[in-house]
């Protein structure tokens, strides 16, 4: 159990004047106790129950007793619903809090938004664990690197990156994302085909992992055999110099909007096309999070954000489709580049 994300969430109770708050949402729940969400089987098999007194109560069915022990100051446990049905389940809920469900279900939605608020900014064990899954993408960036080699398929490289961040780890965990090659590059991303690489083409990979239920999304661009023609290198430095100049600006009070601004701007100084899709998002137990960086963005840079930066351009007059995403978390002054 978290008490300081417990504490914060029965401030903004009071402050909304809530007497009692059901919870349902499994990223919510594991945010505030660190009960797992990923069990086979009991997904939506546990709510919490929050009171502004300061008490709350976890409610779980039956096997998860174990793992849920010691995660709110009071948990209980109920059998597992023999009929499917939000009914089945409310009623042996409601017998272990003594409290309508349903009428209480209402309540989620008006606290759900302070929840995703507090999540915005990221406490020190989620910037961990970020950076845990920061080194893993570099894991498995370095053994495509090596396996982008004409004849090999795009499966290939998931497969190969897959095993490599599994290995890292130590135990499995989830590994996907846009890996595209030759002209599919145009399309901008898309999934992991047995299209076969030829020599010189552009290969993207949009790496998503997630361990301990946060994301990773990040993005690189390799050339297959490592053959880089004169433009292709001019494309890959005007990104990475853009990339250094957002990594300047993008601080505590910088706007998204503004971002995106100066993304797009740089990349018409540098005789490139514009970004057709958003430069950037936050990330955490979910896969795109506040703060956004996109033209009509409302949101702030803030101490403790953990957000990518996401330059992409794309033509045949190009020789084909780029990208590099960066992730960085927000610090007093600046940032700190963890992928």
Same mark, same amino acid.
């Given at each position: ?58 409610? $779980? ?16 446990? $109920? ?31 008006? #606290?759900?938004?302070? #929840? ?111 053959? $880089? ?27 998204? %909007? ?20 958003? #430069? ?30 996401? #330059? ?16 960085? %978390? ?10």
């Amino acid at each position: 159990m978290n008490n300081m994300r417990m504490e914060k969430v029965v401030e903004a109770m009071r402050r909304v004047g809530l007497e009692k708050v059901l919870v349902e949402d499994p990223a919510h729940i594991y945010y505030l106790t660190g009960l797992s969400f990923l069990f086979p089987g009991v997904k939506n098999h546990a709510i919490l129950l929050l009171e502004c007194s300061g008490e709350n109560t976890l409610v $779980v069915s039956e096997g998860l007793s174990q793992v849920a022990d010691g995660k709110a100051n009071k948990v209980v446990s $109920v059998a597992h619903p023999t009929t499917k049905g939000p009914s089945t389940r409310n009623l042996l809920f409601e017998k272990a809090v003594g409290s309508d469900i349903a009428a209480l279900q209402r309540t989620e939605a008006v #606290i759900d938004p302070e #929840i995703r608020q507090l999540r915005r900014v990221k406490d020190a064990d989620e910037i961990s664990i970020l950076k845990k899954l920061g080194r893993l993408a570099v894991a498995g960036y370095n053994v495509i690197d090596k396996a982008c080699n004409a004849g090999a398929n795009e499966l290939n490289l998931l497969l190969t990156a897959k095993s490599a961040c599994a290995g890292k780890l130590g135990r499995d965990l989830f590994v996907s994302g846009d890996f595209v090659s030759g002209k599919r590059t145009l399309s901008i991303g898309g999934e992991a085909t047995a299209r076969r690489l030829a020599k010189g083409e552009n290969v993207i990979v949009d790496l998503w992992l997630v361990s301990d239920h946060y994301w990773n999304d990040s993005c690189r661009t390799f050339f297959v055999d490592g053959e $880089v023609s004169k433009k292709k290198a001019h494309v890959m430095a005007a990104l990475e110099r853009i990339h250094e100049s957002v990594r300047r600006l993008a601080k505590p009070g910088a706007k998204g %909007a503004d971002i995106y601004a100066h993304v797009q701007d740089e990349l018409r100084k540098n005789g490139l096309p514009n970004c057709p899709h958003h #430069i950037g998002h936050g990330i955490g137990l979910d896969f795109w999070e506040p703060p956004f960086i996109t033209a009509d963005s409302v949101d702030t840079i803030e101490e403790g954000m953990v957000f990518t930066i996401e #330059i992409g351009v794309y033509g045949k007059e190009l020789g084909g489709g780029y990208r590099i995403e960066h992730v960085y %978390a927000a610090t007093a002054n600046g940032n700190t580049r963890i992928v």
